[in-house]
């Protein structure tokens, strides 16, 4: 026996790859593995992103996932991975696998309902891999989102905060969360981020009779497609 210590082995990585294959096969009965990838592209043709990996007896694993620069905080990241979503229930998968280094973007798969399920220590730079997996349901229903800009009146703060918390406290009756909310330092405006699962949801939490709007809050309401990082 002979060992040969080298570099890159296309042909040795197919040789493996086709007798593992063989092997899980074999072990699992499922054999419909196949890859999966989306692929964006801008206006020009040139790539400003993209998502590999590969689907297998109902599991979908996330290999790689790239956004240029200039397209990052865009959105385009989570598009990507709802495409692949949406394209793995297809195949007929419920779950999904993805891992991330510490320093790339854990929290981005938290905010998209990934839980982390262990840590693999030693990555170069005092980092870790970060591993998650996701059930995959039925495509959500399209939620409508809002943003809420609240102007309070300088000689009655406290009453108008007053008056948001009893409003706010209401929005589980029909349906709705406060996702967000952000405050200004001098404590005069507010920005809220609501989410009910319909505009019908937030009709009936208007007309709610428990709710008096306070005049003195200036209030203007914005309906929103996505929310970035």
Not at 93 to 113: E, K
Not at 138 to 167: G, I, Q, R, S, T
Not at 176 to 203: I, K, M, N
């Amino acid at each position: 026996m002979t060992l040969t210590v080298g570099g890159e082995d296309k042909e040795l990585s197919a040789r493996l790859d086709k007798e593992l294959t063989a092997f899980n096969r074999a072990a699992t009965g499922a054999s419909d593995e196949a890859g999966l990838s989306v692929r964006a592209t801008g206006d020009d043709g040139e790539l400003t992103g993209g998502l590999t990996g590969w689907t297998w007896g109902g599991l979908c694993g996330v290999g790689m996932l790239w956004v240029r620069d200039d397209r990052r905080g865009t959105g385009l990241g989570t598009e990507l991975m709802r495409a692949a979503e949406d394209e793995a229930r297809r195949r007929g998968c419920d779950r999904v696998i993805v891992s991330s280094f510490s320093f790339q973007a854990p929290s981005f798969y938290r905010r998209l309902g990934y839980v982390e399920t262990g840590r693999s220590e030693g990555i170069p730079g005092g980092h870790v891999d970060v591993h998650f997996h996701k059930a995959l349901g039925p495509p959500a229903a399209p939620a409508f989102l809002l943003a809420v800009l609240l102007d309070h009146p300088a000689d009655a703060v406290e009453d108008a905060l007053a008056y948001e918390e009893e409003a706010l406290a209401l929005l589980p009756r029909h349906g709705g969360r406060l996702e967000r909310r952000l405050r200004t330092a001098d404590g005069l405006s507010e920005v809220h981020l609501v989410r009910f699962p319909s505009e019908e949801a937030y009709r009936a939490y208007l007309a709610d009779p428990d709710r008096t709007p306070d005049g003195r809050i200036t209030a203007r309401v914005l309906e929103v497609t996505e929310v970035y990082a």
